[in-house]
């Protein structure tokens, strides 16, 4: 069925929402893997229904997301500062490589951003399920991860790029676009795992 260019905008404007949502939700840090959680497995639930789930589903998958999102949020926060200091360390010449470090960290870093973002699309996919076991799915699929770390890649070059204020619309986009990635390069016997 083809789309209406208002059904388009329709769901560009609620992607740009949950990215503000998202941010929000995700603003006291603890809470940022249960909003991670929950909005990923809203944009599952859009494209797999055509809808968007009720608030209520929303707050009953950030509840249950909570406390594992807090060890999954605090993993994430550690890779993304040492990532950080690495880069740091290299620009500022304390470590030898130069520029191709410097390249192959990046490099490294978005191909370990792309296998996270394939677990966030996990734990959207089945919310009860855990992190842990959202991981033990990422075997196999090495075409999707290297394609969401050029989703992570770009969302972190428009995100350096556009104004501050429109950051968290880059979320929800980000989320869609991870979600639709994997949906076309996974396995096919682990679509439905996903």
Same mark, same amino acid.
Request: aromatic share 6%.
């Given at each position: 069925?083809? !789309?209406?260019?208002?059904? +388009? ?28 959680? $929950? ?11 055509? !809808?968007?789930?009720? $608030? ?32 740091? $360390? ?8 130069? +520029? ?31 992190? !842990? ?14 394609? +969401?770390?050029? %989703? ?18 880059? +979320? ?7 979600? %639709? ?14």
């Amino acid at each position: 069925m083809r !789309r209406d260019w208002r059904e +388009t905008v329709r769901v560009a404007t609620d992607l740009a929402l949950l990215g503000f949502v998202v941010v929000l939700a995700a603003l006291p840090l603890v809470t940022a893997g249960a909003a991670v959680a $929950a909005g990923s497995a809203a944009v599952h639930h859009h494209l797999e229904h055509d !809808r968007w789930p009720t $608030a209520r589903a929303c707050w009953s998958v950030f509840r249950r997301s909570f406390a594992p999102g807090l060890l999954a949020g605090l993993a994430a926060a550690s890779a993304a500062l040492l990532v950080v200091v690495d880069v740091l $360390a290299v620009r500022a010449g304390a470590v030898p490589g130069g +520029t191709p470090l410097l390249a192959l960290t990046l490099v490294l870093a978005a191909l370990g951003g792309g296998y996270g973002a394939l677990v966030v699309v996990a734990v959207g996919a089945d919310p009860a399920h855990s992190w !842990r076991a959202a991981v033990a799915t990422l075997p196999g699929h090495s075409r999707a991860a290297a394609a +969401t770390a050029g %989703v992570v890649l770009l969302t972190a070059l428009l995100a350096v790029l556009v104004h501050p204020a429109l950051v968290p619309v880059l +979320t929800g986009y980000a989320l869609f676009a991870v979600h %639709v990635v994997a949906r076309r390069l996974s396995p096919a016997a682990s679509v439905n795992a996903m």
